[in-house]
């Protein structure tokens, strides 16, 4: 297995951080300070090394996000209220800590912060990119040969997280993006197409009729309707987008 297909490129890893401690600096200021990568394996089956950590670039630009939506996602542009923090990474007894302050100027970052020190939120997550050529494991040297090993990582950025890496968790996150990306196109289209028209149609199609391109209306006929009948569909059209359908 080889991973050059990772090099420069961002991943990101989450990990059930351990929430070390929280101090108050001579400010007052609330200081909270996360694990937030260890040498121990991971979902992944890889190791992260933690003696090649270049943390530098981090340091100079330290943000602290939530959920990594720092990027925006498929239906949302990127916030900036998802910039919650700033933070501070080192490594010490072999494992990267990250201290982080909470924007207190931000309200999303206000609801965080307490969480955190409630301990309701715990896990936190790396996004990193990879350096050097990472190997897998040599049973000679006392590795996992099913493990992938990391020359080293680049630290971009790290999130609070709701839950730590989970699939099913992520495909669900996913599935609700999509809906609300169907949801929007339909009341878009004053709901002049069903939700599974949508859905068979290509992208190229749906970017057609968002930017005014012509619309043909339909009605699900597969069984003769009466006038009252179509009447309440266009009705329950109207509920759903808030849009009279003038038919």
Known sequence: MTRNDYCNKMEKRNINGQFRDMRQDE???KIFTFVASTADPDRHHTVLNQEKWELKNFNNNPII???HNLYGDMCNPPDSDDVIGKGLAYIENKELLVDVIFDDQNEKAVKIESKVERGFLKAVSVGFIELG???DGNEDDNEDKDLYYFWGQELVELSV???GSNGAALKKSLRSQTFDALRYIYRELDGQFKFSDIEDMKVSDVI???EGG???KKIDTTYPISDFEYRIILNKQTA???HKNNS
């Open 27 to 29: 400010n007052d200021v």
């Open 65 to 67: 996000g939530y959920q």
């Open 133 to 135: 050529d990472g190997h």
């Open 161 to 163: 997280v709701n839950i």
């Open 208 to 210: 057609d009729l968002l």
């Open 214 to 216: 012509k619309v043909e």
């Open 240 to 242: 759903l987008t808030g």
